[in-house]
Structures are given as structure tokens and as C-alpha cells.
């Protein structure tokens, strides 16, 4: 229900009231202070003189709903916003109508018992004006309020009244639903106490959307003690307080589609635990027994799961498919009764079409006997001169028998008809009669075939959720596939050029392994040729060369032995094979 139609309700309830003598119109100083009010209970800033302008084309006389309602939709609907308590705005909507319409005797509620009804009443009642509840929902309340009690349902009891209100055609109104629950109609055997313990239980429920509520113990966040706590669940939001007063609340714990709730191990001489964990921090409680910690549990999911996917509250969901069951129902009926007016209709034509089609056989009737009478006279008078005629006669009367026999026949066979048809008829109101039945037993299945699809759809998103996660893991894993094939290919490029590259040069070390080996040859040919000429040049020079003194610093070491050559040969030595060895490189 969109906000401004649940105002509208209330706001109905208290312009009829301050229509007091029940035309339709109410004057503009009294609507003046209802605006004032509901200006100030629903925070709008109130402009004194907005009425008077609106109206000022009118005459002095009083406003009708017709013409209130621009001056509501501008200045007051058109400025509200959900900042407001709904219950102050109900109370002061109560206030005004209650004192005139609300008859006091008989009744076994209090006055405060009663304003619960009447808000539970605006919010089952049908979007029509004037207000009225429909009989399924009628019904809808006081299976709930039975509930709540801890009483049995009495079907008969109900088909019994259900059965009357059909009788009288007619829906109840909140002043008459007030008066059928508070004279204790559907609720004999219950003192007063668990009436108005019941009421409230299902006022929280649907009107302040309290799933749960119940007193339990929860672990403080500074000095980590346990303290009992009045607990109320609500759909996005866990509420705790002192006591089951609401008098003083201690805190709340904010819900979203991020929450989880888990259950824990017995610890720290509590059992029963459970923790609520949120973004910002987490909340230990402890319920009184496994039951009660199993329905929280289940309650708190309930709750967020429904703000996962985005829906309202269960039973506002389950009112608007009712709804929609009612119009669905009330639009087959409508067709059904066109349908059987068509029928009725056609029926009355046939009647008609035999009615005159029997007057004009008793014409003909009528006109046969005049003729055969007339025939006879002639056929006496004339008996010798006319009697081929009379024979002839006798033929045409003949074939005129013959077709009244037809008539009559066909005549019988349409009034069958017509039997058969009035029996189809009560045939059709049976099969209706089943047919409620029938719907009444689809819609406790669709109720359990919706908290199974619920079921489902908490499934089914946290099957989602592991198949985005093996999606993106796959994709992960993928990508890196890639990557170590790029890197494998530019590897295997790298590993045949570098064998190309240690190819090339194992042949360049073969060729330098040769020219090593030729060099090597050359050098041993020509040091064995130095050996012999140095032989020969120290026999001849020792003996003119002075003897003197070695040098004292390091002496080189060669194939002939230490100081063999002078540091001036050996550096020709090493310059000239260091030519021969750049030589056959240069040639390559």
C-alpha cells in the first residue's frame, strides 16, 4: 500500500466523523483545525490561510470530500514524508472519529484494544470508499487473532457467519468488525487479557511489521557481561530494550542483504547462542532453549533474505495476492452472471417463439374443426354430388394431422430442452459451489507452494553466488593459461635461437679448436728449431759473452727452462704469434 493511501484511510475516518449530520460536507473552520493537526502530527508547515484561498471562489457553506481533497493533495500529501510517527498521526485520526461512531457497551476491550482493531482494519480494508473489509479478510483477522490466543480455529462456526454476511450482501464496516471482536463472538472461553494480548500480538505484526519479539540474553560490546533484553525483530531492523514495556530502548541492530546470523557453540556457561553479524560489528545472543533460538534464527534469515531481493513484508505481500485472488474472482463471477443473463435472455426468446407457435397451431386448430364442420354440413347437404371432394377433403385433413402431430412432437422436444437446460443450470451452481471450495484449497497451497519458492529462492542465490565464483576463477585461471603460453612460445623462440646461437658457435670453437692445433703444431716445429739454434748460438757466444750477474726480480719460465729468453724476444715472440694466430681469422 502506497503511503498516501494508508493516510487517505485515516483521514477518511476523520472528515465523516465531522460530518454530523451525515451529508456529505463538512465547514471550513472545522476542516480548518483537521488540517492544522495533521499538519503538525505529519511535520508539514501549515499555512493558515491556504484553505481560504483555495476556496475563496466558493460560497460560505461547507466543503464536500470532492472538494477537500485538492486542497488535501496540494497542500498536505503532496508535502508528507515517511519522517513522521504513524501512530501519533492514527491516534489523532482515532480520536476524532472514535468519539462519535464507537459504542462502548457490551464490549469486553479496552478503548486502546480498540484503536489496534481499527488501524488493523484500515489496513485489510478494500481501496474503495466508503471503507469496508471484504469476508476473506475478515476471516484472515480472526484466524489470526484465534492464533494468537492459543485457540482452534472453528470453521463451521465462521461458514455459519460467513453464510449470514452473503445473506445480507453486505461488508463490515471498522465500528462493526470493533463491535464483532469486542463482544467476544469468535472468542468464547478467552478472558480479557488474552484478547487484548492477542490483539496486540497481531497489531505489532501487521501493522508495526514486528516478525518476532520475545525477551533474551545478549553479551554487552564493552564490559562483555550478559543482560536480558526485550528483543523485536522487525524486517530491517533488530530492536532491544528493557523490558516488554518498550519503555526504555537500549539499541538497534541495522539489517541489510549483507547480514548473516549463525549459530554457536554452548561457551562461557551459556547455551542456546547465536551472533548476528553486521558490517560494522557483530552481536552475541542467547536465546532461552534450542526452540526459540531455531525460530529466531530462522526469523532473522527471513528477514534478510527479503532485503536481498528487494520485497516488502510477508504479509503485505500475501494481502496484495488476496486482492488480486478477489478481482480475479470477482471478474469470473461478473462474466459468469453475463453469461447466464445471455442464457436467461435466449431462454425468453425460445419461450416466446413457443408460446406464439402454440397459439398459431390452436388457430389452425380451431380453423381445421370450423372447416371439418363446415365440410360436413356441405358433405350432408351435398353427400352424392360433392363426394369426391369430401375424399379430397379427407386427404387434407389427413396431412393437417399429420403436421400438428409434428408440431406436437417438436413442441415436446423443446420444452426437454428447456428441462435440460434448468437442470444444467443447477448442474453449473454446483460445480461453482466446488469450485469455491476448491479455490480455497489452492490458496493454502499456493501459501506452501510461496515458502517453498522462498526456499528456492535463497537456494538458488547462493547457488549463484558459488557459480560467479567458479565463473570468475575459471576466467582467472584462463587468463594465466594464456600467459604461461605466451610466456612457453616466447621461451621456445628464445631456446631455438640460443641453440642456434650455441650451434654457431660449437662450429666457430671447432674452427678455433683447429687453428689452435695448427698453431700449436707451428710452435712446437718451431721451438724445436729454436732449441737446436739456441744450442748452437750459446756453444758460440759463452764464450765471448761477459758473464754477469742475473736479475733479481721475478725470471720467466719457458719450455727451455728459466730466463731462457730476454724480455725483448719474447715480446717479438708474442707479437708475431698473435699476427699468425689474427692471420687465418682474417682469411675466413
Request: proline content about 2%; glycine content about 4%; aromatic content about 6%.
Amino acid at each position: 500500500m502506497a503511503l498516501r493511501d494508508e493516510l487517505l484511510k485515516s483521514i477518511w475516518h476523520a472528515f465523516t466523523a465531522l460530518d454530523v449530520d451525515k451529508s456529505g460536507k463538512v465547514s471550513k473552520s472545522q476542516l480548518k483545525v483537521l488540517s492544522h493537526n495533521l499538519c503538525t502530527v505529519m511535520r508539514i508547515p501549515h499555512d493558515p490561510v491556504a484553505l481560504e484561498e483555495h476556496f475563496k471562489d466558493d460560497d460560505e457553506g461547507p466543503v464536500s470530500t470532492q472538494g477537500y481533497m485538492p486542497y488535501l493533495n496540494k497542500f498536505i500529501l503532496d508535502k508528507v514524508q515517511d519522517n513522521f510517527n504513524r501512530q501519533d498521526f492514527n491516534r489523532m485520526c482515532w480520536t476524532l472519529c472514535a468519539r462519535k461512531n464507537l459504542n462502548r457497551t457490551h464490549l469486553l476491550i479496552s478503548d486502546e484494544d480498540a484503536f489496534k482493531i481499527w488501524c488493523i482494519f484500515n489496513f485489510l480494508s478494500e481501496d474503495k470508499y466508503p471503507l469496508a473489509i471484504a469476508t476473506e479478510e475478515i476471516e484472515y483477522f480472526l484466524r489470526k487473532l484465534t492464533e494468537a490466543m492459543g485457540g482452534s480455529w472453528v470453521e463451521e462456526r465462521f461458514e455459519d457467519y460467513k453464510l449470514e454476511l452473503c445473506t445480507k450482501q453486505q461488508c463490515l464496516s471498522a465500528w462493526e468488525i470493533i463491535t464483532l471482536v469486542g463482544t467476544g463472538t469468535f472468542s468464547k472461553g478467552m478472558d480479557r487479557q488474552t484478547l487484548s494480548m492477542g490483539i496486540t500480538e497481531v497489531f505489532h505484526e501487521l501493522i508495526l511489521d514486528v516478525f518476532k519479539q520475545g525477551y533474551m540474553m545478549k553479551k554487552g560490546h564493552k564490559r562483555k557481561n550478559w543482560t536480558e533484553r526485550w528483543f523485536l525483530l522487525k524486517p530491517n531492523s533488530i530492536s532491544y530494550y528493557v523490558s516488554e514495556d518498550l519503555a526504555e530502548k537500549k539499541g538497534d541492530i541495522l539489517l541489510d542483504g549483507n547480514c548473516c546470523v549463525e549459530s554457536l557453540p554452548d561457551k562461557e556457561g551459556k547455551k542456546c547462542l547465536f551472533y548476528v553479524k553486521c558490517s560494522d560489528k557483530s552481536y552475541e545472543i542467547s536465546a532461552s532453549d534450542k526452540k526459540r533460538k531455531q525460530e529466531w534464527i530462522q526469523a532473522i534469515q527471513t528477514c534478510i533474505s527479503l532485503l536481498k531481493l528487494g520485497r516488502p513484508a510477508p504479509h503485505r505481500e500475501s494481502r496484495q495476492k488476496r486482492r488480486e485472488l478477489r478481482q480475479k474472482q470477482q471478474a469470473e463471477q461478473e462474466e459468469l452472471e453475463l453469461r447466464m443473463r445471455e442464457l436467461q435472455t435466449a431462454n425468453e426468446n425460445k419461450q416466446q417463439e413457443l408460446e406464439a407457435m402454440r397459439k398459431k397451431l390452436e388457430e389452425a386448430a380451431a380453423n381445421a374443426a370450423e372447416e371439418e364442420r363446415r365440410l360436413l354440413q356441405t358433405q350432408t347437404e351435398q353427400q352424392d354430388r360433392y363426394r369426391v371432394d369430401l375424399e379430397r377433403e379427407k386427404m387434407v385433413r389427413q396431412e393437417m394431422e399429420e403436421q400438428v402431430a409434428q408440431k406436437s412432437t417438436e413442441l415436446e422436444q423443446y420444452l426437454q430442452r428447456v428441462r435440460e437446460l434448468e437442470d444444467m443450470y443447477h448442474r453449473l451452481e454446483d460445480a461453482l459451489e466446488e469450485e469455491r471450495g476448491a479455490r480455497q484449497d489452492e490458496e493454502t497451497v499456493r501459501r506452501l507452494q510461496a515458502r517453498l519458492l522462498e526456499e528456492e529462492v535463497t537456494k538458488r542465490a547462493e547457488l549463484e553466488q558459488i557459480h560467479l565464483h567458479q565463473q570468475r576463477t575459471i576466467t582467472e585461471t584462463e587468463a594465466e593459461k594464456q600467459e604461461l603460453e605466451k610466456e612457453g612460445t616466447a621461451k621456445e623462440s628464445a631456446l631455438q635461437a640460443a641453440m642456434l646461437q650455441l650451434e654457431q658457435l660449437e662450429s666457430e670453437r671447432q674452427g678455433a679448436l683447429e687453428q689452435y692445433q695448427e698453431v700449436m703444431q707451428k710452435l712446437e716445429d718451431a721451438a724445436n728449431n729454436t732449441r737446436t739454434w739456441k744450442h748452437k748460438v750459446a756453444h758460440h757466444e759463452g764464450l765471448v759473452r761477459l758473464i754477469q750477474p742475473g736479475s733479481k726480480g721475478p725470471q720467466n719460465i719457458t719450455n727451455w727452462g728459466p730466463a731462457a729468453f730476454t724480455e725483448a724476444e719474447l715480446s717479438l715472440r708474442k707479437k708475431d704469434w698473435q699476427e699468425r694466430k689474427n692471420r687465418p681469422a682474417q682469411t675466413q
